[in-house]
């Protein structure tokens, strides 16, 4: 009974494991390196505090670095990458030149994660943990990201060129490029929140103080003391481009929801953020964020998880990076396979769950077929083939560890014609046998109807 209930419990187990192990693989998950990398946060914790006590405005440029990450063809920390002469990566695109920064801070903590667990972390997931580090460690919200990223094998330059948002762009579009990536229009007030700390470029805001559109006049939304302020840092000359006012003047450092206060009275820096007032939906948020910090604090933890989640490569697809910035060498065999897919089944990337479905369906024929063998019932339900009746009388004394008595010799009767093979006339022998034994008083299980297939 025992040998029965475990025999049958482990290919239920197998199968289960069989089946379900594609979907478990593939998900992020809050433990992944639990038990590869248990001081992995720990590392990222210390590393991004170092930063910044060398810099404080690191905890802005980590986040954007993140953002700019996931927004380009999904978190894969494709921005790391470094261009080499065969490659352009991101990190020139026209949103990022000389404007996203953070990545010496990358590369020093993956340096360290490496050496506590090399070749484990991707470089994604570090990138992904110092964003929230950085918040926290800003005076924002904490919230748990989940991991088990893997590193995407390139980069687009063209794609962060199209995908990322510009400052000058209507609601509607960047509204659209958020829904584009799963994310919705209260995703963008919220994650505008960020704009609560780090700098902005002169050139990125400018027009709105000497020439709105081409008016020729600034933006009239524009807070007037907020304006004399900015006239002073950005004077209306080409060499000012570069110089930097802070997105939230009021706590430039401290993430709060200053931001939404700003929004609404007209103090928002970028034309872009201020547009979140000109659109009802969107300044009924601005509104309650700016009363409740505890509202948007839920929500922007809430939102970046959702950030963190775009297009993320798992399981075995990507790589585990070394140094954040080099790409690997291109992979020749996998094209082959695909054209090999492409040229004779016309089926090209479903071939692979093709094999892996045949696989499962086998496995599981094979573990239903082992598991009515357990059961003791017959295979082909003609009341021929009891196995078990067959194991147990022939093995019977080394399962049960003894050495069992010699059956009486069967009565003449039970010796069917119908009967076609040798082994068969033992197993139903043999099963006659142990039910004379177990009327005999000798302590053994079995189950008559199992055994007679009546
Ligand atoms: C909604 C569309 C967005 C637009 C149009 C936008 C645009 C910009 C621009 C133009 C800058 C200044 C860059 C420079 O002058 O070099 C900036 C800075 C920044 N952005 Fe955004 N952004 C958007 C959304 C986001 C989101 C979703 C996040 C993060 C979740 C974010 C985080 C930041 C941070 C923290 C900075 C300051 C970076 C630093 O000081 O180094 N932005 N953004």
Sequence with gaps: MVFRLSCCLSISLFSLIIFLSPFAYGQLDYGFYAMSCPNLFLIVQFGVSAALKNDTRMAASLLRLHFHDCFVNGCDGSVLLDDTKDFEGEKNAFPNRNSVRGFEVIDKIKAD??????????????????????????????????VGRRDGLTAS????????????????????????????????????????????????????LFDFKGSGNPDPTLDSSLL???????????????????????????FDNAYYKNLVSNSGLLESDQALMGDPRTAAMVNSYSMYPFLFSQDFGAS??????????????????????????????????????????????????????????????????IGRLCSGRRIMGHGQYDFEGWVEAKCGSCINGRVDPPPPHPPQSSSSGAVGSGDAVAAVVSAEALREVKDEGVTRQHNPSESTGS
């Design 113 to 146: 994660v490496e050496s506590a667990c090399p070749s484990t972390v991707s470089c994604v997931d570090i990138l992904t943990i110092a964003a929230r580090e950085a918040v926290f460690q800003s005076g924002g919200p904490f919230w748990y990201v989940p």
């Design 228 to 254: 004399s302020n900015l006239k002073t840092t950005c004077p209306n000359v080409d060499k000012s481009n570069n110089m930097l006012a802070p997105l939230d003047t009021t706590t430039s450092y401290m």
């Design 304 to 369: 970046m998880v959702k950030l963190g989640s775009v297009g993320v490569l798992t399981g075995q697809a990507g790589e585990i990076r070394k140094k954040c910035g080099s790409q690997p060498p291109p992979p020749p065999p996998i094209e082959v396979i695909e054209q090999a897919y492409t040229a004779h089944s016309g089926h090209g990337s479903i071939g692979p769950v093709i094999a892996v479905l045949a696989v499962i369906t086998i496995l599981g024929a094979i573990a239903v077929m």
């Design 157 to 208: 330059k063209k794609a962060a060129n199209e995908q990322l948002p510009s400052p000058f762009e209507p609601l509607e579009n960047i509204t659209a490029k958020f829904a584009s990536k799963g994310l919705d229009m209260n995703d963008v007030v919220v994650l505008s929140g960020a704009h609560t700390i780090g700098y902005a470029q002169c050139f990125t805001f400018k027009r709105r």
